[in-house]
């Protein structure tokens, strides 16, 4: 069914796409995922991230364009699935004592996905040569011995990680 939601306001626009797509896009997601609750979650976030667009939508085809969304924040919910197992995985090896209370984890969670989505699209040297001096503590000569690299490239590395990282919205589309 196509919709002429191009002359309404945004919020209605989500509006009229929630009333007559929401349905549909949580038996989407429940078929993909297997789990009726965490689908609900994300057709949620399907529609909050619509919400938060500025622009008016354009939409011809409304199931194809929120499917599109969909594997986005299914993407998004996948990799922050792998984050979150590759840190618990981590804190297995930490004496107990030591290991950080359930709201300290969640608190480390948060931040770890949200410094992946920061450096979401970076090129893999890049990411780790930032890591590896903001995580690890290593100097610039260090990560270029550990890596291969030359300490310039290493330092131009690091600085395009902490531009995309502290200034996001002020580097180019292409980073």
Same mark, same amino acid.
Request: charged share 25%; with cysteine; glycine share 4%.
């Given at each position: 069914? %196509?919709?002429?939601?191009?002359?309404?306001?945004?919020?209605?626009?989500?509006?009229?796409?929630? %009333? /007559?797509? /929401?349905?549909?896009?949580?038996?989407?997601?429940?078929?993909?995922?297997?789990?009726? /609750?965490?689908?609900?979650?994300?057709?949620?976030?399907?529609? =909050?991230?619509?919400?938060?667009?500025?622009?008016?939508?354009?939409?011809?085809?409304?199931? @194809?364009?929120?499917?599109?969304? @969909?594997?986005?924040?299914?993407?998004?919910?996948?990799?922050?699935?792998?984050?979150?197992?590759?840190?618990?995985?981590?804190?297995?090896?930490?004496?107990?004592?030591?290991?950080? %209370?359930?709201?300290?984890?969640?608190?480390?969670?948060?931040?770890?996905?949200?410094?992946?989505?920061?450096?979401?699209?970076?090129?893999?040297?890049?990411?780790?040569?930032?890591?590896?001096?903001?995580?690890?503590?290593?100097? /610039?000569?260090?990560?270029?011995?550990?890596?291969?690299? %030359?300490?310039?490239? =290493?330092?131009?590395?690091?600085?395009?990680?902490?531009?995309?990282?502290?200034?996001?919205?002020?580097?180019? @589309?292409?980073?």
């Amino acid at each position: 069914m %196509s919709l002429p939601l191009a002359d309404l306001p945004l919020q209605t626009q989500v509006e009229v796409l929630y %009333s /007559h797509h /929401h349905g549909w896009l949580w038996r989407w997601l429940q078929r993909r995922l297997g789990d009726g /609750h965490r689908a609900a979650d994300l057709a949620h976030d399907v529609f =909050v991230r619509l919400l938060a667009r500025e622009e008016l939508l354009a939409i011809q085809e409304p199931r @194809a364009f929120l499917t599109t969304v @969909a594997q986005r924040v299914l993407a998004n919910h996948w990799r922050r699935q792998q984050l979150e197992q590759a840190y618990l995985e981590a804190l297995t090896l930490v004496p107990a004592e030591l290991a950080p %209370s359930p709201e300290e984890r969640a608190l480390l969670l948060e931040a770890l996905a949200e410094i992946d989505r920061l450096l979401d699209g970076l090129p893999l040297a890049v990411k780790r040569a930032f890591l590896m001096t903001r995580l690890d503590g290593l100097n /610039h000569d260090e990560v270029a011995q550990a890596l291969g690299l %030359s300490v310039t490239t =290493v330092k131009r590395y690091v600085l395009k990680a902490a531009l995309q990282c502290y200034f996001p919205d002020a580097l180019p @589309a292409g980073r």
